[in-house]
């Protein structure tokens, strides 16, 4: 990642912590990294999880980031680079299986709930860290009243996933890396 000179060091340290807590709880089957910029959860996923067959980076305009930052990873793991794809196109444009590990790292607003909603469909696993929270647009459960409003949102949020039939796990990462730092983790429950 440095020698591809392209990215903050803040996204170093905020996707290795999504890729080390999504770890935990979700291993095997492909990676879809939803509204996923330059896929570098995504790439740390598959780099630390060799079970990963596969990596899809979805976003609707890659990042000139997502090309460097490829070339310059797939050099130090070769292998690991032709598992990774990246698609230019919308969310709903992908075709989600119950076997995928759904990934929305910073999805902003109400990209956040089409992630959920797109692993809710495929019986998917799912992790999101919600950021930029919508108060107008976005269900807070009538719950604003007692926690803020983005807080409000994240419970409902989580809610909806157990509502679905899934586990549900919540967690954060440090906030000195990033203030919007609650992950949303879901897996089908049999």
Known sequence: MCQASCLPKK??????????RVLRRHRKGRVVDLAGGHGLVGWMLAVLDRTTPAVLVVDTRLPKSAARLHTALSARWPRTGERIQY??????????TA????????????LTDEVLDAAIA???RVAVLPCCHSH???DDGGLSGWLPNDVAIDVVRAGRLR???YKVW???IPQDITPKNRLLLGTPQE
Do not use: P
């Not at 996204?11 to 080390?20: G, I, L, N, P």
């Open 87 to 96: 698609q230019q196109g919308r969310l709903e444009e992908v075709e989600l």
């Open 11 to 20: 996204e170093f340290f905020e996707s290795w912590e999504v890729a080390k």
């Open 170 to 172: 919540t967690t954060t």
């Open 122 to 124: 495929a019986n998917a």
């Open 99 to 110: 076997t995928d590990r759904v990934l929305g790292t910073h999805a902003c607003g109400g």
């Open 163 to 165: 509502t679905a039939g």
């Open 136 to 138: 107008d647009k976005q």
